[in-house]
């Protein structure tokens, strides 16, 4: 009866992920609660490319929980994280990236440019100040991790540069 709960939680995070990415959505949490002490915690994100899920059922708590977290985090994660990447330029702030001075101007960079250190990359909205964020080194932009409009953290990997 525990397994074919799992199974049935397994495909509840993967219609997750997917209306996640149908979407275009960045985070989706969803508690579902089957009685007491027997629950569901699920959050799916874009930002860091994660998924993490807490299972609580009441006989065996960590039975259920670790081939839950293990199983759905393995199709969803990257082999390689962006943000232990040596060139990768992160986020001093939270608030929303725009990659352009303003609607239909041409962006900041684009990948395969070359920039100095101290130019502008893109802007991040935070209270409603407009903040240029610098290169800080020169090199060539290799990936553009972010998306136009999309909200950050602090810390989030924007780009990479080599």
Request: hydrophobic content about 40%; aromatic content about 4%.
């Amino acid at each position: 009866m525990s397994n074919k709960s799992h199974e049935s939680d397994v495909a509840f995070i993967k219609a997750l992920a997917e209306l996640l990415n149908e979407n275009d959505l960045t985070e989706l949490s969803v508690k579902r609660e089957y009685g007491d002490s027997d629950t569901l915690n699920v959050r799916v994100s874009r930002r860091g490319e994660t998924v993490t899920t807490h299972y609580a059922p009441p006989a065996a708590p960590a039975q259920m929980h670790a081939p839950s977290a293990a199983s759905a985090p393995a199709a969803a994660a990257p082999t390689e994280d962006p943000a232990s990447h040596p060139g990768a330029v992160t986020s001093p702030m939270v608030g929303t990236v725009y990659m352009q001075a303003e609607p239909g101007s041409p962006a900041f960079v684009s990948v395969g440019a070359q920039v100095a250190e101290g130019d502008t990359l893109l802007i991040i909205e935070a209270m409603k100040t407009m903040n240029h964020i610098p290169a800080p080194r020169g090199g060539t932009v290799k990936r553009i991790l972010i998306e136009d409009g999309a909200a950050v953290e602090y810390g989030a990997p924007l780009m990479i540069i080599e």
